[in-house]
């Protein structure tokens, strides 16, 4: 157990995680009011934090992260924070804990963003929930890790709350090889072909009854299904937690 004391923060709200293949050594990436933690889980019973990547601008509640090789992609809801990269191989030079770290770079193209998604097979970035696109889509390429470079933007589809992305490989031969992201929006949910970054396509949208807030789209890799979940059900309908399957073969 690493008490948020222990990480110098008040308050967590999300985690990823790293495995270093290279070195056999597992991180989990905390994300805390006032940065992003890095914690060495290879012992589960007796994680090291190791230190922290500050934010980029004010303390905020809410940040989210997700991994490409060895980069991880930071953004935050925190006015003027950006899009923090930081290269994770800095984790091996650790010598004494907890550390300080630097971002690898900080790009300032938007403000402030509630989460993003990285199709690892077309080296792709999603920034989703920002103060761009109407909080739609940015489309960033990773072919320079280090440096993501803005290629598109999506806004027709309106505010995005939570995504996953990938390149497809399912049943359906028409979109073999294309770059699919499943997006949750407050109301509703898409299936985006992002192939082009210059002009998205809606796929597919679907809505579920009773709907309180559409969260955590999961893309099963089956390719026939997209799991939804439902965030505010519980309070606003009395429902116990559910997951919604849709068939999208």
């Known amino acids: 157990m ?7 923060a008040s308050g967590a709200n999300d985690v990823w995680g790293w495995y270093d293949e290279e070195m056999g050594r597992e991180y989990a990436l905390l994300g805390v009011n006032n940065g992003l933690a890095f914690i060495d889980v290879t012992d589960p019973y ?34 003027a924070h950006g899009l923090q990269v930081f290269d994770l191989h800095v984790l091996r030079e650790v010598t004494s804990t907890p550390e300080t770290f630097l971002s690898t770079t900080t ?43 803005l290629v598109g933007m999506h806004a027709e589809s309106g505010y995005v709350h939570d995504a996953v992305a990938f ?11 294309a770059q699919i ?25 679907g809505q579920h009854p009773s709907n309180g807030y559409t969260h955590q789209p999961l893309w099963l890799p089956s390719g026939k299904h997209l799991l939804i979940g439902d965030e505010l059900d519980e309070q606003q309908y009395g429902f116990n937690t559910r997951t919604l399957w849709w068939n999208v073969a």
């Open 2 to 8: 690493v008490p948020l004391a222990s990480c110098s």
């Open 46 to 79: 007796y994680p090291v934090y190791l230190g922290k990547l500050p934010t980029a601008s004010s303390n905020s509640l809410w940040r989210d992260m997700k991994v490409y090789g060895h980069h991880v992609y930071v953004v935050s809801e925190a006015f």
């Open 107 to 149: 790009l300032n193209v938007f403000s402030d963003a509630h989460n993003l998604a990285v199709d690892e097979t077309a080296g792709r970035l999603y920034v989703v929930g920002g103060n761009l696109a109407g909080g739609g889509l940015l489309i960033f390429d990773l072919s320079d890790p280090a440096v993501p470079a």
């Open 167 to 177: 390149t497809y490989d399912g049943p359906d031969t028409e979109h073999l090889g």
């Open 181 to 205: 992201v499943a997006c949750a929006h407050p109301t509703n949910w898409t299936l985006l072909d992002a192939s082009d970054p210059e002009d998205v396509v809606v796929l597919s949208a």
